[in-house]
């Protein structure tokens, strides 16, 4: 079965701009995590989808950020305007359930902000 | 010191050489797991350990966890230069699920 996928797999951005990432889970999986590690830090949670509805959304670092999941299929998330601080792998994961269910991992977006 | 801390933050060996990385936490867990991330990469699940387990092996992987310590060690052993990589180890906090990561362990592996 075809994993986790992210696009784009690298951008470049200057200060100021919008950028959307986006991930297509795993088939079937209806929990789909984003996570982000900033450079030199540990990887973050951001927000948690169970199908479409966003279950947890705590980690989301401000209101530039946006995360949809609509149709519970894949996910975007969208940084508008983007900020030095942002840059950083977003990474995306989906499980088919919680608990001990594993996540799995996507490549990850590399977000470079000029 | 941050949830789900790696020890040490890098580590260089010999091929063939076992490599052992450890981590801490400090919340209650459902799970413990350790993920390896190539240069460049996505990250890749290595092995589960859940919280009324006390040790696990997948290949030349050992991976152990004391609940009653809040930590857990990655035991790599005859390392080979493939095995070159950063280590992650992620906790899931009992009752939010949410995965908490650690900054990791590089370990890279001379041939």
């Known amino acids: 079965e075809a994993g986790v996928t992210q696009f784009p797999s690298h951008s470049v951005i200057e200060k100021g701009q919008t950028v959307t990432l986006r991930c297509d889970p795993i088939?079937?999986?209806?929990?789909l995590y984003w996570y982000r590690r900033v450079m030199g830090k540990e990887i973050k949670f951001l927000l948690h989808?169970?199908?479409?509805?966003?279950?947890?959304e705590s980690g989301m670092p401000n209101n530039r950020f946006l995360a949809e999941r609509t149709g519970g299929t894949y996910s975007t998330l969208k940084v508008q305007p983007a900020e030095l601080e942002d840059s950083g792998v977003y990474f995306c994961?989906?499980?088919?359930?919680?608990?001990?269910?594993?996540?799995?991992f996507g490549p990850g977006t590399r977000l470079t902000v000029l | 010191s941050q949830q789900g801390e790696e020890d040490p933050q890098a580590l260089s060996i010999q091929e063939g050489e076992n490599a052992t990385m450890n981590c801490s936490y400090k919340?209650?867990?459902?799970?413990l797991q350790w993920y390896r991330q190539n240069s460049g990469r996505g990250l890749v699940h290595l092995i589960l350990i859940r919280s009324n387990e006390r040790e696990k092996h997948s290949g030349r992987l050992r991976v152990t966890l004391d609940t009653s310590k809040k930590s857990s060690s990655l035991l790599i052993t005859a390392s080979r230069a493939a095995d070159t990589a950063s280590y992650f180890c992620?906790?899931?906090?009992?009752?939010?699920?949410?995965?908490?990561f650690g900054t990791g362990t590089r370990l890279k592996v001379l041939a």
């Open positions: 989808f169970v199908k479409e509805s966003k279950q947890d």
């Open positions: 994961a989906s499980s088919r359930g919680q608990g001990t269910d594993t996540q799995y």
């Open positions: 992620a906790t899931e906090d009992s009752g939010t699920y949410k995965y908490i």
């Open positions: 088939s079937g999986h209806d929990n």
């Open positions: 919340t209650s867990i459902n799970n």
